[in-house]
């Protein structure tokens, strides 16, 4: 930190190289703090008032980010990633984010998925990814701002700057505190070179995939680690003495003792140590996970190289999650840990999803049920959406994989108490599609019926275990005439590809079938005789009900005011933390629509001719594919009215997800079958 004795000048490199991200918002001119569009008229219209009152001299700091850091980095240089996937990109993204003198690098065997990595087309979606790729792979420019938050009238002096800003400075402007931060050099990379990179590393982190495995003994059930077993030789051979082994994958409970097997048998005379370190992610808000983590569960073995280890790479997370968060064990607590958390959150939403039959039978209201239970402190209101059911990667497998634990352990009550929570999931999904068959006359021949939403939850383009799959199988044994799918963060290529892999490319309609993916939302439910609501998007959403629920029942929301990100000034250090500046950075960008107000961002890496995402059929696709899928509280929502005008009467929807209000929607001339509600249909 240091002082500028008089009015500073901006540290913003003024070269036209910081290119801002093409596929953003308009740009932002590269230059000075003045030249900045957000900053110029705050500081005109600041320097004016100041000067009014006469306060004293300025004062300004400067950062260095990584300063404070390197002192609690445990003496680690490099960190290799081993999966650059769901799992290990966002989580080398974060760590190389927060801790810019550790050099991370995500490796991968699979060339087109690191090469996505490396531009802007990346392999996965996730809200707010890319502003920490744009730190952390591509590095940044030095800025500076001042240390208090904005005025309400800011806003109305944006269109009053003037050239006059740099006179108006000279003569009164030197009054605050500015914060002026440092560049940063680029500290997060992307390569194929597995071994070389292993070779290098003082932590490697496993984050390869572990499915269920599907032929052999322990087929359906028992967690498939071919994939682990291959990394383990490898980093065998190739680790340096000393290097630290961290599972982040989700594995079977004493995986560890497979890995140090391995260590032990190509490398006798060396001594590692294997830690567990699972992910808590939930797609969609995988970053936020990241950055403000509840828990961060480090387990390792007992003896003192174990609790060094661990420390070590408690030092890493140190860098931004405070230490009482930061918790120790043994390592078979903590693989066991990830297993339990996954099976106990799937069986809340199977539990309240049975009980979302009854109240369809009953005349009861599952959202009034879930909210009046919801506010027991002893159980609280997380997980009690009543829906078609749970998908993705985790819970399933997970559950499984205990399933299969409990067996092998003789636990034959405990097994079978699991395995139900995977019953009720799989009934609900078949329950929900029956129901919209029967309110459309038992019969959906030659009918046309819209999928919104594919993916298994809002805010990802994850589909793996997706429920709307399922239930499309299901459709498709009805004969429709057409499902036509849309997801708003989906690639159309993507789905087909996918589709046409786990059902038959015979299905899909360029190949005589029934199933079309399309790239608009409206152009997929023109002509449908129902609309079918599969995924919790935003986007689909209508308002919020005003008379579903009791307004004495409802709790409290510290946030529910705000319509944005906050400003987080005036910090209570001259040295911000990244996660600050970034809640600067959200906070400046919605409030004056302007991409990079801080001019931080360094260009963004071009892509090659040959790259397909940038131009030609996929690129288009995938341009109009994301329309609705703005960030933040701009996004655009699907117009309802627009859409019920092109239903086929009677106009149906069959709101899997509860993401509609029924009489709002009964306004427009549709009938709605939600689920835990009576319908049209009446009781059950």
């Known amino acids: ?65 990584g300063a404070a850091m390197r002192a609690s980095g445990g003496g680690v240089k490099n960190i290799c990633c081993i999966g650059a996937g769901y799992v290990g990109g966002p989580t080398a993204a974060v760590m190389a984010f927060q801790n810019p003198h550790i050099d991370v690098t995500v490796v991968d065997r699979d060339p087109v998925r690191i090469k996505q990595w490396k531009t802007k087309h990346l392999p996965i979606y996730e809200p707010g990814l890319h502003e920490i790729l744009r730190i952390a792979r591509d590095g940044s420019k030095a800025c500076s701002f001042y240390n208090e938050a904005t005025r309400s009238d800011s806003l109305d002096s944006m269109s009053s700057a003037s050239s006059s800003t740099s006179e108006c400075e000279s003569q009164c402007g030197d009054h605050r505190d500015e914060i002026a931060i440092q560049a940063r050099v680029p500290n997060l990379f992307f390569s194929t070179e597995i071994s070389k990179t292993i070779s290098e590393a003082d932590i490697v982190l496993i984050a390869v995939n572990t499915p269920t495995k599907m032929r052999g003994m322990g087929s359906g059930k028992a967690t498939d680690v071919t994939a682990l077993e291959a990394v383990t030789r490898e980093i065998a051979i190739h680790a340096k003495p000393g290097a630290i082994l961290v599972e982040k994958s989700t594995v079977p409970c004493r995986t560890a003792e497979l890995i140090q097997d391995t260590l032990k048998v190509h490398r006798p005379t060396q001594s590692f140590e294997v830690l567990s370190n699972p992910e808590f992610l939930a797609a969609g808000t995988a970053i936020t996970d990241l950055l403000s983590p509840d828990r961060v569960i480090i387990g390792s073995s007992s003896t003192s190289a174990g609790h060094r280890a661990a420390e070590t790479l408690a030092s890493v997370y140190g860098s931004w999650v ?7 064990m043994n390592t078979w607590s903590s693989e066991l840990s990830k297993l339990v958390a996954n099976a106990m959150l799937a069986q809340r939403i199977s539990s309240i ?31 009690l959406k009543a829906g078609i059911g749970f998908g993705g990667s985790c819970f399933r497998k997970d559950v499984l994989s205990l399933v299969y634990l409990a067996e092998s352990l003789g636990l034959h009550e405990v097994a079978e108490y699991w395995t139900s929570v995977l019953s009720v999931n799989v009934w609900q999904r078949e329950r929900f599609v029956r129901r919209a068959v029967r309110c459309l006359n038992n019969t959906i021949v030659g009918k046309k019926l819209a999928i919104l939403g594919y993916a298994f939850k809002k805010d990802t383009n994850d589909t793996r275990e997706s429920p709307a799959l399922e239930c499309i199988k299901i459709l498709l044994e009805d004969c429709p005439r057409e499902l036509a799918v849309f997801d708003p ?3 159309p290529a993507t789905v087909k590809a996918e589709i046409g892999k786990l059902v038959g490319k015979e299905v899909l309609k360029e190949n005589g079938g ?18 079918l609501i599969m995924t919790e998007c935003d986007e689909f959403k209508t308002s919020p009900p005003s008379s579903s629920s009791s307004p004495a029942l409802a709790p409290k929301s510290k946030t529910a005011s705000k319509k944005g990100p906050f400003d987080p000034r005036p910090f209570a250090r001259l040295e911000p933390t990244e996660c600050e500046i970034l809640q600067l950075q959200k906070f400046l960008t919605f409030t004056f629509a302007v ?14 001719e040959e790259c397909g995402l940038c131009g030609g059929e996929m690129g288009d696709e995938l341009e109009k594919t994301v329309v609705l899928s703005k960030e933040g509280d701009t996004r655009d ?40 509600r009576v319908g049209w249909g009446g009781r059950r």
């Open 1 to 65: 930190m240091y002082r500028h004795p008089s009015i500073p000048s901006s540290n913003i490199d003024a070269s036209e190289d910081g290119l801002l991200d093409s596929s953003t918002a308009p740009t932002t001119p590269d230059g000075s703090l003045s030249f900045s569009p957000v900053l110029q008229a705050l500081k005109l219209q600041d320097a004016l008032e100041d000067a009014a009152s006469g306060r004293g001299k300025q004062r300004t700091s400067s950062t260095s980010l």
């Open 514 to 531: 029934s199933i079309e993916v399309y790239t608009d939302a409206y152009a997929a439910c023109t002509d449908a005789h129902a609309v």
């Open 637 to 676: 929502k699907l117009d309802w009215a627009r859409v019920a005008y092109h239903l086929q009467k009677p106009k149906w929807v069959f709101d899997g997800r509860g993401v509609v209000d029924a009489d709002e929607m009964r306004g427009l001339g549709v009938r709605v079958e939600g689920i835990g």
């Open 322 to 328: 405070p230490r009482n968060r930061i918790v120790t």
């Open 489 to 491: 963060c989906c690639d």
């Open 595 to 608: 991409d990079d107000p801080l001019q931080r961002f360094e260009a963004e890496p071009e892509c090659g």
């Open 353 to 383: 999803n049975s009980i979302s039959a009854i109240c369809e039978a009953t005349g009861a209201d599952i959202s009034e049920v879930a909210q009046s239970v919801g506010m027991d402190p002893r159980i609280g209101d997380k997980y």
